[in-house]
């Protein structure tokens, strides 16, 4: 198959630090790319791909998320070459779903976000102005606010396993990786990590007013060298690092999360997973075998007992079964087929 795959522009792919969305999509081209198809990947130039690259912005726009123009001209820039592809599956944000429904090329865009509120109100109004366009889900959690969008297939993310080597023993940290904002709760982490008197690094992006603000009163104030540590941004190898040294990972999420990439990461490097279970949690832990889902962020730390009981080699067992690049490559060549036949 002729295959474009529209990234989002805001971070290189594979991305050089934060960007779950670009590691699955560099996942993506390139496992495509390999099983023989003809793979264009929009995405900005600095990225780096086995599929043919094309590129509207040289170097990823990272100081201009959310700006209309950039993301629409950079669609644009792919739909305007529909003609030359079988099938365009889209990773970008709802204006190239919209943008989808005006080419005769059969379009998948897979929902990489929540859809409660005002999202999932506009992913209806996207239904009803480019109804060709079939939507992709991440977790089945992600579509119970909009069980009725078109949704032509559920592909969970997966990883490129060979750049998370296995680490089989106790760390002596806790570990924190994601956004700083209240949904994903880096405050709550902290106070698991007090109750435990264990150490914790937290590592995550925090670009944004808001990402600022939240750091600023509810983690800041508790910062001390060798007990909670804020790592900033870190490179995939200083993450991987982390994740192989920690006891656990914390996940206290207070929120419909549509995926949640850091849990199979952490399974991965045989680090177990202490989740609240919330959004897609529960579809992604095996509890009991890949990590441990508590109701509530308090209940962590006397989860930490249990979580140490895991084996290392089982979660990467685990992780390896359900969240393997061929299968999710595989899955989407499945629903690019669906979308050819329809």
């Given amino acids: 198959m002729r295959i474009a795959v529209l990234a989002p522009v805001w971070f290189p792919v594979p991305p050089t630090g934060y960007g779950g969305i670009e590691w699955v999509v560099s996942l993506l081209a390139d496992g495509l790319s390999e099983a023989g198809h003809d793979v264009t990947l929009f995405a900005s130039g600095d990225s780096h791909t086995k599929a043919k690259l094309s590129y509207v912005y040289e170097i990823a726009p990272s100081e201009e998320i959310g700006r209309a123009q950039v993301e629409v001209r950079h669609a644009l820039a792919c739909f305007e070459r529909a003609g030359e592809f079988d099938v365009i599956t889209d990773h970008s944000g709802p204006p190239a779903a919209v943008i989808a429904g005006a080419v005769e090329t059969p379009c998948v865009h897979t929902v990489h976000g929540p859809l409660l509120g005002e999202p999932g109100d506009l992913y209806e109004q996207v239904a009803r102005v480019a109804p060709r366009t079939g939507l992709i889900s991440i977790s089945m959690n992600q579509r119970l606010p909009h069980e009725g969008l078109p949704w032509v297939a559920n592909i969970p993310n997966a990883l490129d396993f060979s750049v998370y080597p296995v680490h089989p023993h106790r760390g002596d940290y806790l570990l924190f990786l994601g956004r700083l904002n209240p949904d994903k709760g880096a405050h709550r982490a902290v106070a ?76 991965a490097c045989g680090t177990p997973v202490i989740a609240t279970r919330r959004g897609s949690v529960p579809e992604v832990i095996e509890h009991g075998r890949s990590g441990i889902v508590v109701d509530d962020y308090r209940e962590m730390a006397d989860a930490l007992e249990q979580a140490d009981a895991l084996d290392p080699l089982e979660l990467r067992r685990a992780a390896e079964e359900r969240f393997s690049k061929e299968r999710m490559v595989a899955d989407y060549v499945a629903a690019f087929e669906s979308r050819l036949r329809a």
């Fill in 192 to 267: 698991v990590a007090v109750e435990a008197g264990l150490p914790l690094k937290i590592a995550g992006k925090k670009r944004e007013p808001a990402e600022e603000e939240y750091f600023r009163e509810l983690i800041e104030p508790h910062l001390r060298p060798g007990q909670i540590e804020y790592l900033g941004e870190v490179t995939h190898g200083e993450k991987v690092e982390l994740l192989q040294n920690a006891r656990a990972t914390l996940f206290p999420i207070d929120w419909e999360e549509p995926f949640g990439l850091v849990m199979i990461e952490s399974m």
